[in-house]
């Protein structure tokens, strides 16, 4: 048997990155959905149920795509971490119409967890998909 030809037929396809993202994209609407419940997330939540019923009924979304799920949510964290980047404590910016303050958070618990989320995420999913299939 030629080598070439049993590399080629035992080389599993590249798994397309649609189904991780939009179960992605769920996972961050609902961490949306959560952090902002008493303003906007009341109204991302008839959304984010809708997209998860959509990704459920397509054959791909069933897929090892799902641990998008727990990358999601990073995402938000990580864009939090990013806005209180001059935190701690009390951050000023100066304009030419005047001053404005700011009590700002610590970024650094939101960095880590938005990491972690979305590293753990992307590792679940590479995991699976490397794995053996029966």
């Known amino acids: 048997m030629n080598p070439a030809m049993s590399t080629a037929a035992t080389a ?7 189904p991780f ?3 992605a994209a769920v996972g961050a609407g609902a961490c ?4 902002s419940v008493l303003s906007i997330g009341i109204f991302v939540l008839p959304v984010v149920a809708t997209a998860t019923i959509v990704l459920l009924r397509w054959p791909a979304g069933r897929t090892m ?3 998008g799920l727990i990358s999601g949510p990073g995402l938000p964290l990580l864009y939090i971490a990013y806005l209180n ?6 951050t000023c910016v100066t304009t030419a119409g ?3 303050c ?4 610590n970024p650094w618990p939101w960095l880590a967890a938005g990491t972690f989320l979305a590293v753990t995420g992307m590792a ?7 794995r053996p299939s029966q």
Do not use: H, K, T, Y
């Open 12 to 18: 599993r396809p590249r798994a397309a990155p649609g």
């Open 21 to 23: 993202l939009a179960w």
């Open 32 to 35: 949306l959905a959560v952090l």
């Open 65 to 67: 795509a799902a641990p």
């Open 85 to 90: 980047r001059g935190g701690p404590g009390q």
């Open 98 to 100: 005047g001053q404005s």
């Open 102 to 105: 700011d009590m700002e958070w």
């Open 124 to 130: 679940a999913c590479a995991a699976l998909r490397s």
